[in-house]
DNA sequence: GACCTGCTGCGGTGTG
């Protein structure tokens, strides 16, 4: 055991942190900690530690706030609480064993606190609300909604919010959710309490800071880890889709013959490449193989295991995504962290953050990653303890033909590729979409502090999620809007003294438990054999008795489809293909765009790429200069005009909800628009028009989108409201406009 | 044309 170098970070610590610090045997403390651990300890300020994974900035946190917490227990007074709020419970699993461990003989209660926890626990704490509250932001908000009338005396002694893996919070309905919670706590105990907010790598400081702290962003302490990310070692290879060796037709009339067909006669060329290379490269290691959908993922799993079983060695590749039962997924779970013998888990963004399954040899990605801050926390598993972190990216292209469209010519998934590759190497990741309303979440939190208090006027609905409050940007026309339109749907109701209620409708969803979510989660099937379920199959894909499927890495035929219990019961079989899960398009960011632009304008090729990746740039290039999509943006095709801003999604969303308010209809498809029916000189006219006149309001755009109601409680709002979330979430006039001038003045 | 996350209190019955 060796003796941590003192500083005055170390002596700030109470002694039996000290002593916990000696017992681990560090030789020093992270300069990330002896920041934190002042900053912290102060109890004056917020702080963000923003570092990579595994660098320590947990103990960061807890170190000082265990010692605050231990000081106080030595007081007359009492001790203090603090909250601990992860956005996943396997994350609060793990933190408790962590924490069991630092407080190994004090007196130092550490609740964890989420569904799975046996009441009697959580009984413990509501009789002796002291020491660490583990939790998640459901059970916070049941807590708020079931015990409101006790609230301020749980949390008086509240000394410390620490919020987990901030970056899963911004800028989504389960952050203003967070937001909104840590404001009520605030207001009911009459007094600020110090936030933590630990995360990896964020894209911008100080919007991380203003989500932390909405109303004083300035005054939060942001301190970043500079520990160099160690070697990287990348490679991107290029692939070309080579259809199945047999048709869909050709397999059906091979099998009505009688004849047995191979299942690799049916799976595309270029995916069997894939999975041939991944079995070389991965097996009798731990790896991640990230194949960006659940489909993918059945379908890499399966031909990855029947490798393993033409050769009759252990299968050591298995899936794990979303729709698995718990225990498939655990089993995977567990044989990675365990290191006995090799595992791969090939999966979807799962196992991209939270829990501790170890240190893996590499990761592959089949696909362009969707963003660049999800491309760095993948890396983030691999390459620990000093080694080199290894990416392999798997991209696959259409052969061209004369009948292949001008944009797939571009080779636009190579280019996505490299351009985030590019942005990743460069430091760069997207910064969180902000300054979405979420009025469905606004709803909940109305709902929620009216059980609160057991019923309020509008004025204190205002005053606790509006004034001065995570809301604040509804304002008040909307917010008033936005409660007259619960009265009439039967959310609120209001007594004769002016009092807000639950209505009808409002009570029977507060009282059931899927009240505490903020967001939404289709209905689906479940997935059982021999009366064990193995998972989930969201409910609008079609599916009859006697079909066959992939699932769980294996091959089934639906043996029963009971609709009354929404419930597959499955039998082994040889056949099938991998379900389609459905599910909605990510957003790719204006700088990845731009990057793009300027790989196909570039003429460098960059040394990561292999043969096949080389040959798809140089492809992308000849043909975007071909298309003269050097010169210019508009590309005539037939009755169609296709445009090429180079901006992301938001923008050019907007883009073409404007001109097809100029009627010009206009979608956007890929990395460009279509307008319809339409010449090249009739769009640039469109343009000029637009530019010319004032700025239009996204509100009224946004009023010509159909099917805006997305998230959980929209299904309340009317077209208006609507109107107003979605412009707030899914428009940018200003970047739309910018691109409206850079494109007149081209031409 | 993508992914992921979370969830209470009560009443009935059984057991020590």
Redesign the pocket.
Known sequence: MSTPEPSEAFESLHPAMQKWVWRQGWAALRATQEQTIPAVLGGDCDVIVAAATAGGKTEAAFLPILSRLLAGGDDDAGMGLALYIS?????INDQYGRLDLMTDGLDLPVVP????IP?KL?HGFLKHPRGMLL?????LE?ICV??GHRLASLFERLEYVVVDELH?FIG?E?GMQLQSLMHRLELVIRRRVPRVGLSATLGDMQLAAGFLRPAGAQSVRTIVSTEDAGELKLQIRGYRQVPPALSPRQAEATEESGAEVAVEDTIQGDVLDISQHLFQVLRGTNNLVFA????NVETYADLLRRQCEQLRVPVEFFPH???LSKELREHVETGLKAQTQPVTAVC???LEMGIDIGSVASIAQIGPP??VA?MRQRLGRSGRRGEAAVLRIYIQEREIDHKTPAPDRLRPALFQAVAMTELLLSRWTEPPLHGALHLSTLIQQILSVIAQHGGTTAQGLWNALCENAPFAAVGQDNFVALLRRMGRTGLLSQSADGTLLHGEVGERIVN??????A???PEEFTLAVDGKVIGTLPIDRPVAEGDYLIFAGRRWRVLRLDMTHKRIDLARAGGGRAP????????VHDVVRAEMHDLYCGQEVPVYLDAGAQELLAEGRHHFHDLGLDRTAFLDAGEDVFVFPWAG?IALDTLAAMLTESRIRT????VYLCARDTTTAAVQEALKRIAARDQPAPVELAANVENKASEKYDEFLDDDLLSVDWASRRLDANAALQIVQRLCASN
Not at 87 to 91: F, I, M, Q, V, Y
Not at 113 to 116: A, L, S
Not at 135 to 139: D, R
Not at 667 to 670: D, F, I, K, L, V
């Open positions: 956005p996943l419970k396997a994350l606190w989420h569904g799975d009441q959580k939790i998640t932001p459901e059970s049941a079931t015990h899963a989504v389960r960006n959908s659940r489909g995504h979303g729709s979807t963004s799962t969707h963003q999800s059931h438990y899927s009240f505490f979510a967001f939404t989660t389609t899960f459905g599910g909605t398009a990510g957003i999604d979608q956007r498809e890929g």
